[in-house]
């Protein structure tokens, strides 16, 4: 089957400007994740779907970032404005039931 | 609430030589423990789980993990290094009906050949 999809794969944008990264999860998958990784720490979630409702986002900046999954397929995060400190690896994962998270290759951003 | 802590951002050991990665966890619930392995520029791939049922699971690339309640412990093993086997290791809990998947800050492994 095919993987989790993730685009683009990196991201150069100047500060304050806005910037949306999209994932398409493995087809089936009810869960969906965005974690935030910066340079040399663990993932850090931002929020969880299950189908097109939101479980948990209360690491996500909701004065800048914001995320949807409309029909509970796809999910586009995005970050208006950028800052500085969000340079980071944006990852996408999926997982169907409670078994393992599948995750994409990320999103590589780096704010200027 | 559930956390997880990992014991060294960075492990260095010979190649041949025993891996020991450490991971202990906090859950409310009856966890659910993930090692997952990170190569440069790429996304997590899971080595090994446990769920429920026998403590001692294995996983890719000849490695495994013994879950003891008691200690809170989730300890990933190798018993001898491969060069293949540099990368940064993420231990993970998860628990209870909402499927939250926490991440520990990582261990960087390097292997001296």
């Known amino acids: 089957e095919a993987g989790v999809a993730q685009s683009p794969r990196y991201k150069i944008i100047e500060k304050r400007q806005s910037v949306a990264f999209w994932c398409n999860p493995i087809?089936?998958?009810?869960?969906l994740y965005w974690y935030q990784q910066i340079l040399g720490q663990g993932p850090k979630l931002l929020i969880q779907?299950?189908?097109?409702?939101?479980?948990?986002d209360s690491q996500l900046p909701k004065d800048r970032f914001s995320a949807e999954r409309l029909k509970g397929v796809d999910s586009t995060l995005k970050i208006q404005p950028a800052k500085l400190e969000d340079s980071a690896v944006y990852l996408c994962?999926?997982?169907?039931?409670?078994?393992?998270?599948?995750f994409g290759q990320g999103t590589r951003l780096t704010v200027v | 609430a559930q956390s997880v802590t990992q014991l060294g951002s960075h492990v260095s050991v010979s190649e041949g030589a025993l891996v020991l990665l450490r991971c202990n966890y906090s859950?409310?619930?009856?966890?659910?423990l993930f090692w997952y392995v990170q190569y440069p520029n790429q996304g997590l791939q899971l080595l090994l789980k446990?769920?429920?049922?026998?403590?001692l699971v294995k996983g890719i690339n000849g490695f495994e993990a013994e879950f003891k309640k008691s200690e809170t412990s989730f300890h990933l093993t190798k018993p001898s290094a491969h060069m293949s086997d540099a990368a940064e290791y993420f231990c993970?809990?998860?628990?209870?009906?909402?499927?939250?998947?926490?991440f520990g800050k990582g261990t960087l492994l390097t292997v001296n050949p």
């Open positions: 994962a999926s997982m169907r039931g409670d078994t393992e998270a599948f």
């Open positions: 087809s089936g998958h009810a869960t």
């Open positions: 779907f299950q189908n097109n409702g939101v479980v948990d």
């Open positions: 859950s409310s619930v009856p966890p659910y």
């Open positions: 446990y769920t429920t049922g026998a403590t």
């Open positions: 993970a809990v998860s628990g209870g009906s909402n499927y939250k998947l926490t």
